[in-house]
């Protein structure tokens, strides 16, 4: 497989360069990204420590889902260990540079999956162990890793049912990546058996549980102690990592949310991509909202904030009431409410939620979650839990409870590296 794949990326790597030539010019922003890509200016400390450890996150989801284990990995083992981080996209890099940095010894952009490329990270960093955070596989680099003698650990790893299917479709190419891992640690039990399923050993698998489990501070100030960075005296209704097609219906839900209850409120968009700031503001213009985008810094009444900013979210989620978790109204396969339950809040989710099916279930069930399959079901059980004070705690508590159950999810990551570094 890994033959035949640079094979083709020999033959083609004509018209990729040409591409590469003309996406630069076209487009200057991504010109020292993709220098760096290809290994331009790519400095690791010297002298190196007793060991070097890589950790690699796709993007923005990716690397907040890892910053607090860097964190611990700095405090932990800072004077041994030599730390490399590496990220794909450009709002990746610009979240880690503030998230990440001050816990790790490089920043990096991520390679291009060609081998001189691969050959000559895998040289110049020679880490002892690689972590992967979730996804992004590459055969060159990995492959190169395994055979240079570093372990490699996928961590966070879960599969939706769309991965599922391409995995399957494409087994040829897929299982011997894979197989380049010393062990898949997975987010859940139903992980671990669909990897089991595409015929990795069982004995490579483990459920280490999901790094957003993980707290800063699971018995710090509770958010009515903290100064809001919201307009004061409202209650809080939280719509993060929304998509197209879904605004719409939590805006017209919140209309109606206004228009029956005399309590104050206030609503927080966070699309899931930021470049899409100005789409949402249009449609909350449209319904005569009045707005503040987050980024002015600015603190007056209005309607609606606009969260246009990288990697805000998931910190602001403590001054949440009530949070609706988007990607799930519309087929998305919906996020990750782990973000929104650490902090107490009660969630709300659509039909939508195949990517975290088994942890929306288990909220479901234990209470700390309602689902809602349209608008008008939205605006149901946000107006019943704005009037229910006692409702919204009960499923606050609920949330909670449930996340400090998996308090546990930091340490034993900690512990498995341990054993490697």
């Given at each position: ?5 640079n ?11 040409l ?10 922003e ?6 760096q890509?290809?290994?331009f ?9 007793s060991?070097?450890?890589w ?6 989801g990716?690397?907040?889902s890892?910053?607090?284990l ?28 503030r ?9 990096i952009?991520?390679p291009l ?12 960093i ?17 492959r190169?890793?395994?055979?240079a003698?570093t372990t ?12 599922m299917q391409?995995?399957?479709?494409f087994?040829?190419f ?13 987010q ?26 993980g707290?800063?501070?699971p ?27 879904e ?7 919140f ?5 029956t209850?005399?309590?104050?409120c ?11 700031s ?10 005569d909202f ?13 309607h ?5 900013t990288?990697?805000d979210?998931?910190?602001l ?48 069930e234990?209470?700390a979650?309602l ?20 409702k919204?705690h ?14 546990h999810?930091i340490?034993?990551?900690?512990e498995l590296?341990?054993?490697?570094l």
């Amino acid at each position: 497989m890994i033959l035949i794949y640079n094979i083709i990326a020999l033959l083609l790597s004509p018209f990729f360069a040409l591409w590469l030539l003309v996406y630069v010019i076209l487009v200057p922003e991504k010109r020292s990204v993709i220098l760096q890509r290809l290994g331009f200016g790519l400095k690791i400390p010297h002298p190196p420590k007793s060991k070097t450890l890589w950790i690699h996150a796709l993007s923005v989801g990716e690397i907040t889902s890892a910053s607090l284990l860097v964190k611990q990995l700095h405090h932990r083992k800072s004077e041994s260990t030599t730390i490399v981080f590496s990220t794909t996209t450009i709002s990746g890099y610009q979240l880690a540079e503030r998230l990440i940095t001050p816990y790790c010894d490089a920043l990096i952009y991520y390679p291009l999956d060609f081998l001189p490329v691969v050959r000559f990270f895998q040289t110049t960093i020679k880490p002892d162990l690689y972590i992967q955070i979730e996804t992004d596989f590459w055969p060159n680099l990995l492959r190169c890793l395994a055979s240079a003698g570093t372990t490699l650990l996928l961590f966070n790893g879960r599969i939706s049912h769309r991965s599922m299917q391409l995995y399957q479709r494409f087994s040829f190419f897929f299982a011997p990546i894979f197989d380049t891992f010393s062990l898949l640690c997975m987010q859940t039990e139903s992980d671990v058996r669909k990897m089991v399923k595409l015929g990795v050993a069982i004995d490579k698998t483990r459920t280490l549980g999901n790094l957003k489990f993980g707290r800063e501070n699971p018995n710090g100030e509770a958010s009515s102690q903290l100064c809001s960075p919201l307009p004061a005296n409202n209650l809080y209704v939280f719509a993060g990592s929304t998509h197209a097609d879904e605004e719409a219906q939590i805006l017209d839900a919140f209309i109606r949310l206004l228009e029956t209850t005399e309590k104050k409120c206030h609503l927080v968009v966070a699309p899931r991509k930021i470049s899409r700031s100005e789409e949402v503001i249009d449609l909350v213009r449209e319904r005569d909202f009045s707005f503040t985008r987050f980024s002015s810094n600015e603190l007056h009444d209005s309607h609606v904030t606009i969260i246009d900013t990288i990697g805000d979210l998931p910190t602001l989620y403590r001054y949440a009431d009530i949070s609706f978790i988007g990607g799930s109204l519309v087929d998305e396969g919906g996020h990750n409410p782990l973000e929104a339950t650490r902090t107490g809040s009660p969630v709300l989710f659509g039909p939508h939620m195949d990517d975290f099916s088994e942890i929306s279930q288990d909220l479901l069930e234990c209470g700390a979650a309602l689902l809602v399959k349209n608008s008008s079901e939205l605006f149901k059980s946000l107006r019943l839990l704005v009037e229910n004070e006692s409702k919204r705690h009960e499923m606050g508590e609920k949330a909670l409870i449930f996340s400090t159950g998996h308090d546990h999810v930091i340490a034993d990551h900690l512990e498995l590296i341990n054993r490697y570094l």
